[in-house]
């Protein structure tokens, strides 16, 4: 596909997307769908758990403190909003910050599929546990395998899928921001790199099991005990 085509196919999902209620709740709930963007040729492509409070006023993923520390980290490794492609598993807010539910990640998860093979990226940041179980359709949790890169697959896209803990891990723990820098630092390396040929890893990271686990710490309460 052409740049082009790319863009023109990303808009046309962004409006599918804004139009959508396949999850009649939050269809209900949201103030709008938070579909994410940034540059469709990227070839650093973001993905968080789902939209918070702040990210269904603004319309934007990321928006409130966490998106600030995002900013920094992009920062320091020569990124910004404007290089990379950032989006949720899940487009709408769960309401009271609940953990979204196995249905409603898989009603989401052709949207995302379709961005990653529209961004086509080389490297896939998973931010956080959720999205880090969603996108590699199995359990781990993100303490044991933030950092550690692998080869993946989403949809058609073969890519190095690297987990890392969410940013507010590191808003409510600082010793966790070492640890954010240090798994960011890999980015870079992972880009020199290129695009993995083929998955080494089992099986293809396609959202086909939505996992069961607590949802990140947000922008709003506290859950200091998550990490
Ligand atoms: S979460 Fe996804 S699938 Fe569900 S209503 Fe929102 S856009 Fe549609």
Redesign the pocket.
């Known amino acids: 596909m052409t740049l082009k085509q790319r863009r023109d196919e990303e808009a046309a999902l962004r409006r599918q997307?804004a139009a959508?209620?396949?999850?009649s709740s939050?269809?209900e709930s949201r103030i709008q769908?938070v579909f994410g963007g940034g540059e469709i040729d990227a070839d650093v492509m973001f993905v968080g758990e789902a939209p918070g409070a702040t990210e269904d006023r603004d319309g934007v993923p990321f928006a409130g403190a966490s998106g600030r520390l995002l900013n920094e980290l992009l920062s320091e490794i020569g990124l910004s909003r404007e290089t990379v492609y950032i989006a949720n598993v899940?487009?709408?807010r769960p309401p009271d910050n609940r953990d979204p539910r196995r249905e409603?990640v898989a009603?989401?998860a052709h949207?995302l599929e379709r961005q990653v093979e529209l961004v086509e990226p080389i490297v896939l940041v998973t931010l956080g546990n959720y999205a880090t179980k969603a996108l590699r359709g199995e359990d781990g949790g993100i303490t044991a395998i933030h950092g550690k890169p692998e080869q993946r697959r989403v949809g058609a896209r073969s890519l190095w899928l690297l987990p890392v803990f969410h940013p507010a891990a590191a808003l409510y723990r600082r010793s966790n921001l070492e640890l954010l820098k240090s798994d960011f630092a890999e980015i870079p390396r992972l880009v020199a790199e290129g695009t993995p040929e083929q998955p080494r890893s089992p099986e293809s990271a396609v959202i086909e099991k939505p996992p069961v686990v607590q949802s990140e710490p947000s922008d709003e309460p506290p859950q200091l005990d998550l990490f």
Not at 20 to 23: G, T
């Open positions: 997307a959508c209620s396949l999850c939050l269809a769908v899940l487009k709408c409603e009603n989401c949207f």
